[in-house]
């Protein structure tokens, strides 16, 4: 690659273009199981897993997938949750050369039945209370051939194999049921452990298809991106080139994002796999309870997260007693990271967080802050190794803004996926000339640093004028008394749309219009600043924890219909 605006800003011995090693995900972990066999990979409650048994359950479940008609190819689902089955199954998957789809457990029968029909999936490992709740009623309506049924409790060790069962009846809905045998009908466990470990071999080429990632939808049809072998590996060493100072082998990390969601997977799952890390599997990224002492307890030192969790952590009580000093390294993304989030959790624990920027499409990663250099608040860092950038005008990519100047950011690099399976017309409208367009409206500063401004279909245009919402966001969640904000546009019959925001206050905190409107006014543009406040005590948010925009137009059209 040609030098870049942003190259001068990389830290020393992050190069501009790395030397790949062609590695697949399969010979990651094969590497780590050679070189540290007795290191832990995985901790989940009261089991912990070495690299040893995580090889030896791979190939077994890998022979049991192979004696079910599992080929190279064959599509095979994963839904199920942050449990020691969900990496097992991705790495079998992976030995195999088949195409993984990782389903998103919260799902509902509609979705999962899009997404295995449009992918074409002969076999599903699914959890028990996800096949009892959802997915035995669809098992004529989808593709799949044969099921294997995995159990939260069934990795873990007594006393907790035999009271977990008790406590996770009692959820809302339960997360634990009795699944009777039948035709097409496996158990994960017994399966694994009667198996021996004999998997056919793959010729696997860098080139392959490793996964098949749906999107989350929240704008459309979910697609699925088409990710190689590849794409994703490089990504992988991409992060481990930014991050300079992780050790091969010695690293623990907090494994909270969903496996479903591609910042799970690649960062939270298929990274600490190809450095011999260790990860700490937990189910419910909500349960900061948990978060904070797994933290604590299991001298966590990378921390990948969202935003919100920053914060939640921030705000759990009694936090500035708990001793969180082990994390070292964070990585920020999905959404935009609050300047005092990010100041009280790094005095917290006297880590650095990485604020960054990625996509389905990208495996995810595109940008990152770097990690010694200067970090910019507001800003989702410099273009990683070998991703080139652009900003371009939203209707005419020919034309490419000047620094300083708004437009869509246009992504090409090795992360960059095939395409849409099975979608050429929405893959052409993605991917032109070899650039992924993002539909992300961004700036790019004199040192490459790129700041988004907002969503091309998230923008608000009032009485003529611009106006992004995540602009608002920001600086309403700096005041105070402000948990989160989340704003939209809404109908509106002089300025065509005009600003409204969602708010959740702290707790114990009250706060009025007036006061919101005279704090906005004081920061933002008369005209950017919203007309309209609600004060709720939640918002509507996607399994990573996003806030879903659509959701809060779809009600305030809803409401207006109503009252016309």
Known sequence: MNKRLWHDSYDDGVA???????????????????????????????????????????????????????????????????????????????????????????????EIKHQWNDSNCEIAIVADFIYDQKVRALRGDVPVKQYIIASIPEYLKFP???????????????????????????????????????????????????????????????????????????????VNAWFVNVPYGEEVLLSALPFFHIFGLTVCMIWPVSVAGKMILMPNPRDIPTMVKNIEKHKVTLYPALPALFNAVNQFPGIEKRDLSSVKYCFSGSAPLPEDVQETFEKLTGAIIVEGFGMTETSPVVTGNPLYGERKIGHIGIPFPDTDVKVVDPKDA????????????????????????????????????????????????????????????????????NIYPDEIDRVLTAHPKVFEACTIGVPDECRGETVKSFIILNPGEECTDAELDTYARAELAAYKAPKSYEFREELPKSAMMKLLRRVLRDEEEAKMRKNN
Request: glycine share 8%; proline share 6%; hydrophobic share 40%.
């Open 16 to 110: 501009p273009s790395l030397n790949y090693n062609g590695t697949t995900l399969i010979e990651y972990l094969n590497k780590s199981v050679q070189d540290y066999p007795e290191h832990d990979v995985l901790n989940f409650m009261n089991c912990n897993m070495k690299y040893r048994e995580f090889g030896d359950a791979v190939e077994r479940l890998a022979t049991a997938l192979a004696n079910l008609g599992v080929k190279k190819g064959t599509r095979v689902a994963v839904q199920l949750p942050n449990i020691p089955q969900t990496p097992i199954s991705f790495f079998a998957i992976q030995r195999l050369g088949a195409h993984a789809v990782m389903t998103n457990p919260l799902y509902m029968p509609r």
């Open 160 to 238: 907790l194999r035999q009271l977990a069962p008790l406590k996770l009846k009692k959820m809302d809905p339960p997360s634990v049921a009795k699944v009777a045998p039948e035709a097409g009908v496996h158990f994960f466990r017994k399966l694994v452990e009667s198996t021996a470990p004999a998997a056919p071999a793959v010729d696997i080429d860098i080139d392959d298809i490793a996964v098949i990632q749906y999107t989350g939808g929240t704008t459309g049809v979910s697609k699925g991106a088409v990710l190689t072998q590849r794409n994703i590996a490089y990504n992988a060493q991409m």
């Open 398 to 465: 020919s034309i490419e803004r000047a620094v300083g100047e708004e437009g869509e950011l246009i992504v090409k690099g090795p992360q960059v996926m095939q395409g849409y399976w099975n979608m050429p017309d929405e893959t052409a409208l993605t991917i032109k000339n070899g650039w992924l367009h993002t539909g992300d409206l961004v700036i790019m500063d004199q040192g490459g640093y790129l700041r988004i401004v907002g969503r091309c279909k998230d923008m608000i245009i009032a009485g003529g004028y």
